[in-house]
């Protein structure tokens, strides 16, 4: 592997509030981004938050800062992320995969923006996203990110960001606790990881009943897949943050290469 391959990220992104406070969470992340060699050259985030019947990149040159939540508090609303878009490098990626069109409107959801905010928070660095083709399989998303893979030794920084355990119907606001089957699923889902054992997370459904109510939908689960199917073979894997809170949301994040 070129000794310039950047890293691949997976953030597990949790409340939108994290984007204004300052926890272990959001320190980690701080330490994520200066641990980088270099500043890359563009920042492609592929976020829970933007989906669709297609995947595509946003081309736009000065992507607006969506709030696509409701009921936080006013100061959270009041958070603009002003990085510059990357419009060359969503060309570039759409010329990777023939499964890739080109949208010219869309800004960045706060999947991107409230875990850019920590790991960069100067907003110098170009970011533009690849939406979610949600009902596709997730074999088709661990092909499409392999696809991908040319961008990491171009200097771009690849970031999933959603959730591995993900479930806000069971979600308890505020406490800092995992139901049984929530640190069970995550724990299996850290082993299959360090086995580099990809395909059983492209069938979680092995975990039984833990990723049954770890998963009760896909779009949060969806960028794991992405983030591992960059992963190199003998590059090293870090759990770079390991948290359940709410009971059922997991805040794990890694980081594959160096």
């Not at 990220?9 to 509030?17: C, E, K």
């Not at 869309?106 to 905010?117: C, P, S, Y």
């Not at 003998?234 to 809170?245: S, T």
Request: proline share 7%; hydrophobic share 40%; with cysteine.
């Amino acid at each position: 592997m070129p000794k310039n391959t950047m890293p691949v990220l997976f953030i597990g992104h949790g409340d939108p509030m994290n984007a204004l406070w300052d926890n272990p969470f959001t320190q980690c992340l701080s330490r994520l981004g200066s641990s980088l060699s270099q500043p890359p050259s563009a920042i492609l985030v592929i976020s829970a938050h933007w989906l669709g019947r297609s995947s595509q990149v946003n081309t736009t040159d000065q992507p607006e800062t969506i709030h696509d939540f409701y009921g936080f508090p006013e100061e959270l609303y009041q958070v603009i992320y002003p990085a510059p878009g990357a419009p060359s490098w969503a060309e570039r990626t759409a010329g990777l995969s023939r499964n890739i069109k080109k949208d010219d409107q869309r800004g960045l959801d706060h999947g991107a923006w409230a875990i850019l905010r920590h790991l960069f928070p100067k907003a110098d660095i170009p970011v533009f996203q690849l939406s979610i083709d949600l009902p596709r399989p997730l074999h088709h998303h661990l092909l499409l990110a392999r696809e991908l893979k040319p961008l990491r030794d171009e200097n771009v920084l690849i970031i999933g960001s959603g959730n591995i355990v993900h479930n806000l119907q069971l979600a308890r606001t505020g406490e800092y606790f995992g139901y049984d089957w929530a640190i069970e699923f995550d724990a299996w889902v850290k082993s299959r990881i360090d086995e580099r054992d990809f395909m059983s997370l492209v069938n979680y459904e092995k975990a039984g009943k833990a990723g049954a109510l770890s998963v009760p939908t896909m779009d949060h689960y969806v960028p794991l897949i992405y983030s591992v199917g960059l992963a190199d073979k003998e590059e090293p894997i870090e759990h770079a943050y390991e948290e359940i809170v709410y009971g059922s949301v997991g805040m794990r994040c890694l980081k594959i290469g160096k």
